[in-house]
């Protein structure tokens, strides 16, 4: 009984090996994007979708709004829920900014960062996780709302 319940552990510990995937040809659009800071508070809004594919692991077609802040200057915050629009997806996607990486005349250049995991529909136990960054801008006080895609790279999946 006792070496049954071990080999059953070490069973599902092996299926829960991460396995690396790519992510060729895949993006995600960015919409609306507003960014910017008021003192020491800094606070970004966005709107993210991404297209189904057919290539393995398939990816769900998404819809998202994503908003996240910082305060007392630390720029760099914890990734922040998205909420996903519509009942088909089952999954999780988060967003954060990453501390800025230079001044481009009176804007400032700053990363965001995304991370999108969802269940694999045909097989139990199994999800994906892709991350993905870009390089924008605040763009508050003036300037329009800026639209741009981010390509992931970062993937593995657990199986």
């Known amino acids: 009984m006792r070496a049954s319940t071990v080999f059953a552990t070490l069973a599902a510990t092996a299926a829960a090996t991460p396995v690396a995937i790519r ?10 994007w507003d960014a910017g800071c008021n003192n020491d508070d800094c606070s970004y809004e966005f709107q993210i979708t991404g297209a189904a594919t ?10 998202a709004a994503c908003q996240g802040a910082s305060h007392d200057g630390n720029i760099a915050t914890q990734y922040a ?6 009942d088909g997806v089952k ?5 954060r900014l990453n501390k800025p990486a230079e ?9 965001i960062q995304v991370s999108f995991q969802f269940a694999d529909l045909t097989q139990d136990n199994t ?7 870009a390089n924008t801008t605040f763009n508050r006080g003036g300037f329009e709302p800026l639209s741009f895609t981010i390509k992931p790279t970062e993937s593995f999946g657990i199986a």
Not at 54 to 63: E, N, Q, V, W
């Open 23 to 32: 992510a060729a040809d895949y993006q995600w659009d960015v919409t609306e």
């Open 54 to 63: 057919g290539d393995y692991p398939a990816r769900p077609a998404f819809s």
């Open 81 to 86: 829920p998205c909420t996903i629009k519509g």
């Open 127 to 133: 999800y994906w996780n892709y991350t993905g960054a």
């Open 91 to 95: 999954g999780t996607l988060v967003s």
């Open 103 to 111: 001044l481009l005349g009176s804007r400032t250049v700053v990363p």
